[in-house]
């Protein structure tokens, strides 16, 4: 049976934390860890981070079976190395850099949208899914037996994390590839070619969330994380229907964002 964080671990003979434990378990004392990693480089293991990037295309369940391992070895589930934050950076800005340049947009314009797409759409959404997800997963997931465990906020940014990254490979990255001379087009292949990459980034962001959420062995009923693919799907026909252009929508947020 894996091991999970307790509210009663670390209990001394008199049932009082020992101070030292107490402290490491804090979620205070986490974060600062992390945070003061965030600037040492050489202690990152990139070439892992690197790796989990690989397997969240590939094979998603390997990438959380190390999570599981790191609870086994560290005692918590959130990473602790910001390598995964620090790749998942360059990867947006890059791509973002190149979306300037395939919507012909000038210098200035493209540092612009480079805020706007890491502080906003990366940072600010991110941190509230993450909430938004750590209180519904502790609020109504975890099992009545196991109320003493409960889901790390850092563990629900990581899910978050890890599900984004396919969705920013294939719409900041893969996409731009067909963007001038297929999607854009006004024609049926082209809102079809679009659509279907937003579905599957979409698709992805939504499996790779359940994957997370369901790793946890205290968390019951982590199957209605999948329900959005009833609506995502229904969408997507819907939009092929009445001839909806996501990704023509999208550049024109962009450009409007920039003015």
């Keep these: 049976m894996l091991p999970s964080t307790s509210v009663n671990s670390s209990v001394q003979g008199n049932g009082v934390l020992n101070s030292r ?9 986490k974060r600062y860890k992390y945070l003061r990693r965030l600037f040492r480089f050489r202690q990152m293991d990139f070439e892992f981070a690197a790796w989990q990037m690989l397997y969240l295309f590939t094979s998603p369940q390997r990438v959380y079976r190390n999570f599981h391992y790191r609870k086994q ?20 800005c890059v791509s973002t850099i190149g979306f300037g ?31 938004l997800m750590w209180f519904i997963s502790n609020k109504y ?15 629900a940014f990581d899910v978050h994390l890890n599900a984004f990254y396919p969705l920013l490979v294939i719409l900041h990255f893969i996409q731009l ?19 279907t990459l937003w579905l599957i980034a979409v698709g992805y962001y939504i499996y790779v969330t359940f994957l997370g959420y369901s790793a946890l062995p205290f968390l019951k009923n982590t199957v209605i994380l999948l329900y959005p693919f ?3 799907i229904l ?13 023509h929508a999208l550049c024109s947020f962009y450009k409007y964002r920039v003015k």
């Design 21 to 29: 434990d107490a402290a490491r378990h804090t979620a205070g004392a």
């Design 141 to 155: 997931l975890v099992k009545r037996q196991s109320r003493d465990y409960d889901v790390e906020w850092g563990y």
């Design 101 to 131: 340049f395939v919507l012909d947009m000038g210098f200035f314009e493209t540092i612009k949208l480079l805020l706007w797409v890491v502080f906003i759409d990366c940072v600010g959404v991110g941190l509230l899914i993450s909430t």
């Design 177 to 195: 590839f067909f963007i001038n001379h297929v999607i854009l087009t006004d024609t049926f292949i082209g809102y079809l070619v679009g659509n």
């Design 73 to 92: 070895t560290k005692d918590q589930w959130a990473r602790d190395d910001p390598a995964f934050l620090v790749l998942l950076s360059v990867w947006l």
């Design 235 to 247: 969408l997507y026909g819907l939009s092929l229907a009445l001839g909806w252009n996501f990704t």
């Design 230 to 232: 009833a609506p995502l």
